[in-house]
């Protein structure tokens, strides 16, 4: 585990926001993936994690900092590393063998070669019969089953894997997931190092020998957790889960336990913001009071319950801390005396609740109050408070985050929206007042 | 290693082609007899030829075969040209953001100049460049052609080429794709279906300019060129109406084989290229490309072209991968892109002045002002005759819309329809007009948008029958009906799909103005008081100077037309409209 491939040194990136400022993105990051291992990279949408990884595939050159593949410096995509995407990216209008030709023919390999080398890999990856086939013709496994191939033909040293399983459902997912690891574990892979980046805590730990944690705004490896345990893995297994358990606690409320940060202050992914809606919020809550949890549980047990995504999840467990309806603690979630009254409570007591809730804990709702009561039009276009989002995320995040929270505000009787005019406004009985 | 067998495999193949040998023999002399004719019709472009004596010309229908395959042979140039300007244009302007911002705004202008506007420029240079051979006539005939072709060609291509998918783009670098590559790997097909369709349209447009293209009356030049084009003019000229018959039905089959042969085997090929998964939209299907891929020795050959053609695809590529310097040291772009702006910007000042500087010399400010008003009375027959063919075609648009098996055909019918030129009408109007003692102003206008409004009604189909059923569902259970319909159904559905098309058509009429607003039959010439006439007037005196005058405020017209009403109109579409 001892020779690096790739080595990353304080990276820095910053993208230019919508009204010109800059944004950090990566904030001084430290990265070295070595020969033989799996690294997993984990943490919430727009963390960073996949500026990293397309910083480490050359696809875009970081501000500041050193990218080196081998010892050298990498200006660009390098020959000996390759990519999967979330997307699959299959060219729609190639055969299953043309797409995994592809980088073969650009490296201008003869055509007896490139169709030998690319039925072995097709062969590999369990594609066999399927080469004449258009992608469309295929299911999504079968789609990224192609995309694998088409990197791994390449014979590549580092395989980049972009959320590779979560566009896919969660069997099929699992079942490729499975069979990578297999490849990997048969020495049959011509690939000495995997990067993995994923929101899925659980693929995580079933692949990696090292997860790394992100935290957004400015994204930094916040925590670093190696995994010892021997492969095949099993995911129903203790040891598993207790890792499993470990992670969710830490991506939910950050300890200084496994933290790498520099400076000791502990950056909260969310900074009193949220896209968690009020339904995963209420989902969330309903299932903590009921049986068989009766109102403290362990974080992946009530995940699972939950049947949302690990994101949706953390967001929404995230969201009730953030609003005083539960509390975490050590891998274990209990919920409060005001959460049990909210619980309870009939519409009208849960949303008089939220809303009070969102006046004390959430800074971006409360301005949001005072500045439309100080305003002499009573009312705000979403452009404003977009911008003021943009000044700490992306576009696309900004806009979400602004939605959860326009729905957070409109349930708690804080504010009232116009969707088509893209107006916030006092709500009528505030005004008479 | 274990494979979910998930679906069922689904085999592309053709049938076996053993079956093919009757085809095989069959194809032979028919595929050979074609290029013989071709390379005939070819070769009779370059006949000794000098200005000022005239070519015979018949209105003999037997002669009328002939004039077809060299006005086919023609277009095909054209056609071709213009394909490879639009592919070079969107390369260029794709991957260049300093060339993009003159080259976007320049193929903006150039698209609103009318057809006769190239020709009273470039003809007197074709001809010299070939003296004593009609080739420089040709040259001109075909340019005129290929200028109501290119244009949205390479607006086209260049849209695909700017909305690739980012992870498209990513894999073809991850894949280190060169730019020969990258080119025929994703650019080209990506833009495939778009260019396609394009290619169908400037077709028309191509045939509707037909008369304007080959028969050359600009700068005082009288030269009909063989062809369908030159057949028209001179049956209007000796007013034969017979004639006319007969180019209406040589124009049908013009059209028709090239929709057979050409376009149809083309559409079932570029099928493949489609990105959007298969929303259950009827492949189309082509007898000419069947037989061309159940024929073998085809094969064999189409083989042989691909593997040499992968060749170069395995010549041209990158040597070098990220690890390698960059050969320059990049450098800041953001001084260079301000020196740039500065020069643009100098070079528009300089030409705005020079421009000024020659309307007062050459023409004198009132004609400006005069001219500036014959734009204003064309813009509002434009209005007008854009409002009048959306109120007739949208209700009819839906409806066949909304009933599949009519729509797939109606595509076929609206590509003739937008193709025929408004010259075979002139007869019609002309008598009309002269008997019933009628305004030539209100009433020659009806034919500026004969050609054009057909673009509303294809657009307004194709919008209604991608209407989701879900959503059709929903009205019907909603029991939505009367103007309510209408206004929360309807229109909102196909309004995205009406401004392309009424963008187009209004595009169009103000081009098609030049052919409409001066119109002749026999001796007798009608005249409505507007801008395209006043082109059309100066074109035939050869009056450089008001030509181009005439040319510039057609430009603004069009321009300020694009960007201050549709331009709204396409950001209202795209908001979602509510009536």
Same mark, same amino acid.
């Given at each position: 585990m001892s020779n690096p491939i790739l080595q990353l040194r304080s990276i820095n990136k910053s993208f230019r926001s919508s009204d010109g400022s800059d944004r950090l993105v990566l904030d001084n990051v430290d990265f070295t993936l070595a020969e033989g291992e799996i690294v997993a990279l984990l943490g919430q949408s727009g963390s960073g994690k996949s500026t990293l990884l397309r910083i480490m595939a050359g696809l875009i050159t970081a501000d500041s900092g050193e990218v080196s593949y081998r010892g050298k410096p990498i200006y660009g995509p390098a020959a000996g590393v390759s990519m999967v995407f979330q997307s699959f990216a299959l060219f729609p209008w190639l055969t299953v063998q043309?797409?995994?030709?592809?980088?073969?023919?650009?490296?201008?390999?003869?055509p007896a070669e490139q169709t030998r080398r690319a039925k072995e890999a097709i062969s590999l990856i369990g594609l066999e019969g399927f080469e004449g086939s258009l992608p469309r013709e295929l299911?999504?496994?079968?789609?990224?089953?192609?995309?694998?191939?088409?990197?791994?033909?390449?014979?590549?040293?580092?395989?980049?894997?972009?959320?590779?399983?979560?566009?896919?459902?969660?069997?099929? @997912?699992?079942?490729?997931?499975?069979?990578?690891?297999?490849?990997?574990?048969?020495?049959?892979l011509p690939t000495k190092s995997l990067l993995v980046v994923s929101h899925n805590i659980e693929e995580a730990v079933m692949m990696a020998d090292r997860v790394l944690i992100f935290s957004s705004n400015p994204g930094r490896v916040r925590a670093e957790l190696p995994i010892t345990l021997s492969r095949p893995r099993q995911a129903k297994g203790p040891e598993v889960h207790h890792l499993v358990d470990t992670l969710y606690t830490e991506m939910v409320s950050p300890s200084d336990h496994y933290s790498t940060d520099k400076n000791k202050t502990v950056t909260r992914?969310?900074?009193?913001?949220?896209?968690?809606?009020?339904?995963?919020?209420? @989902?969330?809550?309903?299932?903590?009071?009921?049986?068989?949890?009766?109102?403290?549980?362990?974080?992946?047990?009530?995940a699972e319950v939950s049947e949302i995504s690990d994101n949706a999840f953390i967001n929404a467990a995230?969201?009730?801390?953030?609003?005083?309806?539960?509390?975490?603690?050590?891998?274990?979630?209990?919920?409060?005396?005001?959460?049990?009254?909210?619980?309870?409570?009939?519409n009208e007591r849960r949303q008089e609740i939220m809303g009070q809730q969102m006046l004390t804990n959430v800074p971006f709702i409360v301005n949001m109050r005072h500045s439309l009561e100080q305003q002499s039009s009573k009312e705000m276009p979403f452009e404003h408070l977009l911008k003021v989002l943009e000044f700490s995320m992306n576009k696309s995040d900004a806009e979400r985050v602004l939605e959860a929270m326009l729905e957070w505000a409109r349930y708690g009787n804080v504010i009232e929206v116009d969707f088509s005019k893209r107006l916030i406004y006092l709500p009528d009985a505030d005004q008479l007042q | 290693m274990p494979v979910a067998n998930t679906i069922q495999r689904t085999s592309i193949r053709l049938p076996s082609a053993r079956r093919s040998g009757l085809w095989d023999l069959a194809l032979l002399p028919l595929v050979l007899c074609v290029l013989v004719v071709l390379a005939f019709g070819a070769q009779e472009m370059a006949t000794p030829y000098q200005v000022g004596t005239a070519i015979d010309l018949s209105l003999d229908p037997l002669y009328l075969p002939y004039y077809l395959l060299r006005t086919t042979v023609r277009m095909f140039i054209a056609l071709g040209f213009s394909v490879v300007?639009?592919?070079?244009?969107?390369?260029?302007?794709?991957?260049?953001?300093?060339?993009?911002?003159?080259?976007?705004?320049?193929?903006?202008i150039l698209q609103s100049i009318p057809i006769l506007g190239f020709m009273s420029i470039t003809v007197t240079g074709f001809i010299a460049l070939f003296p004593g051979n009609l080739l420089g006539v040709e040259c001109a005939a075909i340019f005129a052609i290929f200028t109501s072709q290119a244009w949205n060609m390479a607006f086209s291509a260049y849209q695909s080429f700017k909305s690739i998918p980012p992870e498209l783009d990513e894999a073809s670098r991850i894949f280190r794709l060169s730019p020969w590559q990258r080119f025929w790997r994703l650019d080209m097909p990506f833009s495939m279906p778009g260019m396609l369709w394009n290619m169908m349209m400037s077709m028309s447009g191509g045939w509707f300019f037909l008369v304007a293209s080959e028969a050359i009356s600009v700068a005082n030049q009288d030269i009909k060129l063989p062809g369908v084009g030159s057949y028209i003019a001179l049956a209007i000229e000796q007013r034969n109406l017979h004639a006319i018959g007969w180019a209406i039905g040589a124009m049908l089959i013009g059209i028709m084989i090239y929709d057979q042969l050409f376009f149809r085997p083309l559409l079932a090929w570029a099928d493949k290229f489609k990105f959007e998964e298969g929303d259950g939209n009827t492949t189309p299907k082509s007898w000419a490309l069947k037989l061309w891929r159940r024929t073998a020795w085809i094969q064999t050959g189409y083989a042989a072209i691909v593997r040499t053609f992968e060749g170069t695809l395995r010549h041209f590529r990158l040597k070098k991968d990220g690890t390698s310097p960059p050969n320059r040291p990049v450098i800041q772009h953001r001084h260079a892109e301000r020196i740039w702006d500065v020069i643009i910007s100098l070079v528009f000042i300089a030409s705005i002045i020079k421009l000024g500087l020659f309307i007062h010399s050459e023409?004198?400010?009132?004609?400006?002002? +005069?001219?500036?008003?014959?734009?204003?009375?064309?813009?509002?027959?434009?209005?007008?005759?854009?409002?009048?063919?959306?109120?007739?075609?949208? $209700?009819?648009?839906?409806?066949?819309?909304?009933?599949?098996?009519?729509?797939?055909? &109606? #595509?076929?019918?609206? #590509?003739?329809?937008?193709?025929? $030129?408004?010259?075979?009408?002139?007869?019609?109007?002309?008598?009309?007009?002269? +008997?019933?003692?009628? &305004? $030539?102003?209100?009433?020659? &206008? $009806?034919?500026?948008?004969?050609?054009? #409004?057909?673009?509303?009604?294809f657009n307004v189909i194709a919008g209604a029958s991608t209407i989701p059923t879900e959503l059709r569902f929903a009205a019907t259970n909603l029991r939505l009906s009367g103007i309510l319909k209408w206004r929360r159904y309807y229109l909102p559905a196909v309004f995205p799909s009406l401004v392309t098309g009424a963008l187009t058509a209004t595009g169009g009429s103000w081009n098609a103005s030049i052919v409409s607003e001066y119109v002749t039959w026999g001796d007798t010439t009608l005249k409505a008081e507007g801008l395209g006439s006043y082109i059309a007037e100066m074109t035939a005196t050869g009056d450089f100077p008001r030509i181009a005058l005439g040319i510039g405020v057609m430009c603004i017209f069009v321009m300020g037309f694009n960007r201050f009403v549709w331009r709204k109109l396409y950001q209202m579409a795209e908001k979602g409209l509510n009536f």
């Open positions: 043309k797409n995994v030709e592809l980088g073969l023919e650009a490296l201008g390999v003869s299911s999504g496994g079968m789609r990224q089953r192609v995309g694998i191939a088409r990197a791994l033909v390449l014979e590549p040293e580092v395989l980049l894997m972009d959320e590779a399983f979560s566009a896919l459902d969660v069997m099929t @997912g699992e079942h490729l997931r499975d069979d990578i690891l297999e490849l990997w574990q048969s020495g049959k992914t969310s900074y009193g913001l949220s896209t968690a809606t009020v339904a995963q919020i209420e @989902g969330v809550l309903e299932r903590l009071v009921d049986d068989p949890f009766r109102g403290t549980a362990d974080l992946p047990k009530l995230d969201a009730l801390v953030m609003l005083g309806l539960a509390t975490i603690e050590k891998g274990d979630i209990s919920v409060t005396t005001l959460g049990k009254r909210f619980e309870q409570g009939n | 300007f639009a592919f070079a244009f969107a390369l260029i302007a794709s991957r260049s953001k300093a060339a993009e911002k003159v080259l976007v705004p320049i193929l903006d023409v004198g400010w009132p004609e400006v002002g +005069h001219v500036l008003y014959l734009g204003v009375l064309t813009l509002i027959r434009v209005i007008v005759l854009i409002a009048v063919a959306s109120i007739i075609w949208v $209700p009819i648009g839906i409806w066949i819309g909304l009933n599949p098996r009519i729509a797939e055909r &109606s #595509q076929a019918v609206a #590509q003739f329809l937008a193709a025929f $030129p408004a010259n075979l009408l002139f007869p019609i109007f002309v008598v009309g007009i002269i +008997h019933f003692k009628l &305004s $030539p102003d209100i009433w020659l &206008s $009806p034919l500026m948008i004969f050609g054009t #409004q057909w673009y509303i009604l």
